[in-house]
């Protein structure tokens, strides 16, 4: 047998955007080029994709064992882990940094979905959000989702179609006819 290697853990994260997004504000300068000549003083419009490859190449968030660093347009900041308290999420996946103040720093490119890879880098300092919590007493189980909207999400809805088929089980035969019934079943009248 093969043992698995260990996940190795970076050293530094950097959540920012793409590099490639500075050729669409030099394709903006090129298409921008006959109205900047059109009339006097419209040159400025020039100023908009400079702004927009300044932003491109400057804003960003770093990750490091030490803590976050929060690089802006103009400065940047750093967040040493004992000075985070937390994060807050909002809606649109944007994650901001709450410190032990309660105030709050953006976290320019950071989205939900990297939250784990923070937990990693941060050393277990910042608790992965998708790993269920583990109890203190090995002999209690985990608590699960008892609700009542979990219970009838699974429960098929009269007159919607269901998404999926059902299968047949392993070591079983397939019937067609039965298929056949179970989608008809399945589709509104």
Known sequence: MSEQPEPQIP?????????????????????????????????????????????????????????????????SRALPWASLKGFRLSPKGQVRAVLTDDREVPLPSVRTRHLPALSLVSGGRLADPTVAPETADDDEPVATETSDTAATAAEPTPGVPSDAEPTPESGTESDPDARDAARARSTPE
């Open 11 to 75: 050293a530094r994260l950097v959540f920012r955007v793409p590099t490639v997004a500075v050729l669409a504000a030099l394709l903006f300068a090129i298409c921008a080029t006959p109205v900047a000549f059109g009339a006097p003083g419209l040159v400025a419009i020039y100023l908009i994709p400079i702004a927009a490859v300044v932003w491109v190449l400057r804003v960003r968030t770093t990750a490091t064992a030490d803590g976050l660093t929060v690089r802006g347009v103009v400065g």
